[in-house]
């Protein structure tokens, strides 16, 4: 299985701010995502990390709020911009290798951000 | 991707089976039937993944009917450390899919002494 590490684990924030979150796997993949969880709450997924090319939003996130890089196969970085209370989640990112013979998708340890 | 209905909580005893059951009726031919297992503060983690049949690996067993529409999570002999919140999801994640995985609520899973 991938392993896929974070930074930052968590972090708390000032409401008008940026943080950029950080994932890396420790192989290459051909699938990233991106999911946002809040509190009590189910994942959701914000977008597909794409490699080389602009990131694949899912409805209700958009490109000015979560800007995501991908530079290569094994990183991609998600970027809460201009930060609020609302956007106090646990952010996680999670690859695929449909190369593999299970197709499974392996999650990281999760970004926990509170905005104060 | 099909969407899934599982029982929101499941309350057990240490010891014990736990079967969680997931309905999909729309799942299409192409889908696979997947359970992750979510603790507090953590990220999901693969439990268990099958297409028909059943599936069984060291920590769980997958049981999916003829039909497919339906499928049910065996943990055997639960421990208090399997407190947790499980996810089934289904999709076709083959290469050239898309990979999304739709995540309902969960089930909620308390172990008690």
């Known amino acids: 299985s991938a392993v896929i590490s974070q930074k930052p684990s968590r972090d708390i924030c000032q409401r008008g701010t940026s943080l950029t979150i950080q994932c890396q796997v420790d192989?290459?993949?051909?699938?990233m995502f991106w999911y946002r969880q809040q509190p009590g709450q189910s994942l959701t997924l914000i977008a597909t990390?794409?490699?080389?090319?602009?990131?694949?939003?899912e409805s209700g996130f958009v490109i000015d709020k979560f800007p995501i890089s991908r530079p290569n196969l094994t990183f991609s970085t998600l970027t809460v911009s201009n930060m609020s209370p609302e956007d106090s989640s646990i952010y996680l990112c999670?690859?695929?290798?449909?190369?593999?013979?299970?197709?499974?998708?392996?999650f990281g340890p999760g970004t926990r951000l509170t905005v104060l | 991707l099909a969407k899934t209905t599982q029982p929101i909580s499941m309350d057990s005893y240490e010891g014990q089976e736990v079967n969680i059951t997931c309905s999909h009726n729309?799942?299409?031919?192409?889908?696979?039937i997947t359970w992750y297992q979510q603790f507090p503060s953590q990220g999901p983690r693969f439990i268990i993944q099958?297409?028909?049949?059943?599936v069984t690996n060291e920590v769980a067993s997958l049981f999916i009917p003829a039909d497919r529409k339906s499928s049910t999570l065996s943990l055997p002999r639960v421990s208090l450390s399997d407190t947790a919140v499980y996810y089934c999801?289904?999709?076709?994640w083959g290469s050239g899919n898309t990979g999304k995985l739709i995540f309902g609520q969960g089930t909620t899973l308390q172990v008690k002494p």
């Open positions: 999801l289904v999709g076709d």
């Open positions: 729309n799942i299409a031919t192409n889908d696979y």
């Open positions: 099958g297409y028909k049949t059943k």
């Open positions: 192989s290459q993949v051909t699938m």
């Open positions: 990390a794409n490699q080389g090319s602009e990131a694949t939003y």
């Open positions: 999670s690859v695929l290798n449909p190369l593999t013979s299970t197709d499974t998708q392996y």
